[in-house]
C-alpha cells in the first residue's frame, strides 16, 4: 500500500449492478437502515465487503466505525448473514470514516475482481483473468461462482484426501 495514496480502498462489483437493482443487496440495506437509505444508495454500485485494503491509520479507522455500526444497527440487520456487505455500503458511500480518503476502484478497470455478476470474464493464454484494460487482475474474489473459474481450479489443483494428506512417506 506504500505505493498508493493513503486512505481505504473499496472495490466495486460489475457496474452493472448497483445497489437498488441487487435484490439481494438492497434487501441488506433496507434491513439495516430502511427504505431511505435505499433510496439514496439506489444507483451507486455494489462495493464488496470483501475486498477492502488500506494503510494502517484507513483500516484501524474503518474497523472501528464498522464495529460501532455493527453494535448499533437493529436487531433485523443482524439477524441474516450478509448484512455486513449493507454495513460497508453504508459507510462507504456515507463517508463515515474522518479523515480518510475513500477510493473506489472499479472491477472492470481495477486490480481486484469480483465474479458474483459480470457478464465476461476474460483471460489470457495462461488463463490469468484480465480487467478490461487487459490487466492481469492481483486478486479473484468470488472466483467459484464462475463455472470456467471453478472448472480451470479442477483441473490445476488436485484437492487431496485426507486419509492420503495425513500419511507419512514410508518409502
Known amino acids: 500500500m506504500t505505493a498508493y495514496t493513503p486512505g481505504l480502498y473499496a ?6 449492478m448497483t445497489i437498488g437493482t441487487c435484490p439481494i443487496n438492497k434487501d441488506w440495506i433496507k434491513k439495516c437502515y430502511g ?22 491509520f484507513a483500516i484501524l479507522s ?6 460501532s455500526e455493527i453494535l448499533s ?10 448484512t ?12 463515515k470514516i474522518p479523515n480518510v480518503t475513500i ?18 470474464l476474460k483471460r489470457n493464454q495462461f488463463g490469468l483473468v484480465q480487467n478490461a484494460n487487459g490487466s492481469v487482475y492481483a486478486v479473484i474474489h468470488q472466483w467459484d461462482r464462475s463455472e470456467q473459474m471453478k472448472i480451470q481450479f479442477q483441473q490445476e489443483y488436485q484437492i487431496i ?11
Not at 439514496?40 to 485494503?53: H, M, R
Not at 455486513?84 to 463517508?95: G, K, L, S, V
Request: charge should be negative; aromatic fraction near 12%; proline fraction near 5%.
Open 161 to 171: 484426501p485426507s486419509n492420503i494428506r495425513d500419511k507419512k512417506n514410508l518409502v
Open 11 to 16: 472495490f466495486m462489483e460489475d457496474i452493472r
Open 62 to 67: 474503518y474497523l472501528s466505525i464498522m464495529e
Open 84 to 95: 455486513d456487505q449493507a454495513i460497508h455500503n453504508y459507510i462507504i458511500y456515507n463517508e
Open 35 to 56: 427504505e431511505t437509505e435505499v433510496r439514496k444508495l439506489f444507483n451507486n454500485p455494489i462495493s464488496c465487503s470483501g475486498t477492502i485494503l488500506g494503510t494502517w
Open 73 to 82: 444497527t437493529p436487531v433485523a440487520c443482524k439477524a441474516r448473514m450478509g
Open 103 to 120: 477510493h473506489h476502484i472499479s472491477h472492470e478497470y481495477g486490480f481486484i475482481g469480483t465474479l458474483g455478476y459480470p457478464l465476461w
